[in-house]
């Protein structure tokens, strides 16, 4: 497997706090991309980044906000977390553009 | 925006039997590729297909790329219990993007 970790893997946390997930990757792969996967809606592309301090918005983005500042980290924040972001974050990194992706393992995220 | 559709979105097969499924898009397609999760776990790339009419294969698994590039294909041939699990295609772009179909899971009775 890729050198990726995430961390948490696994968060509870109550409506309206603040919530950072991060990402680490041992690769030096530019891309790097942060999904959420909801049963019947497969893996929906929240942010990605194509380079440090480069993002750009997937088609899931609104509540979400992301940060890269060194290549091997790219961290994802709830600023208020609703009951709706409950789900299973993935993160994934990529050499190029149309390369293949590589993903964690999943952070598995409760927001009651 | 694009969407990438997936059929079917589940399959039961007894072990032995084979196994497709589809993913179909209204335009055009960049590069399909494909990825399997299994149960519990994350997503893992099994391949790229570029080329209009490309067909490639994995030991029991076949992939086909449409003529049209709008249209792609993953056939399992003599399902075994091993190839339990989730695949997705997904459009590849050269923004970096992927549009990820919805999956289809499969179960295979042994």
């Known amino acids: 497997d890729a050198g990726i970790t995430q961390s948490p893997r696994h968060k509870v946390t109550e409506t309206g706090t603040p919530v950072t997930l991060r990402c680490h990757q041992t690769e030096n792969h530019r891309y790097m991309y942060w999904y959420r996967q909801d049963p019947g809606h497969g893996l929906r592309l929240i942010h990605y980044?194509?380079?440090?301090?480069?993002?750009d918005k997937g088609e899931v983005s609104d509540g979400y906000s992301v940060s890269r500042s060194k290549t091997e980290d790219f961290l994802l924040t709830l600023e208020s977390a609703t009951s709706s972001q409950t789900s299973v974050y993935f993160c994934?990194?990529?050499?190029?553009?149309?390369?293949?992706?590589?993903f964690g393992p999943g952070t598995r995220l409760t927001v009651t | 925006g694009q969407q990438v559709m997936q059929i079917p979105q589940y399959q039961h097969v007894q072990e032995g039997e084979d196994f497709t499924t589809y993913c179909n898009s209204s335009t055009t397609l960049s590069n399909i590729q494909w990825y399997k999760q299994r149960p519990g776990g994350h997503p893992v790339f099994l391949i790229q297909l570029v080329k209009s009419g490309e067909v490639k294969k994995q030991k029991r698994l076949t992939f086909q790329f449409g003529e049209a590039k709008k249209n792609s294909s993953l056939h399992i041939t003599a399902t075994q219990t091993t190839d339990v699990g989730t695949y997705f295609c997904?459009?590849?772009?050269?923004?970096?993007?992927?549009?990820f179909g919805q999956g289809t899971t499969l179960q295979v009775k042994p």
């Open positions: 997904a459009d590849s772009s050269n923004t970096g993007k992927l549009i």
């Open positions: 994934a990194i990529s050499g190029a553009a149309t390369s293949e992706q590589y």
């Open positions: 980044s194509y380079g440090v301090k480069d993002t």
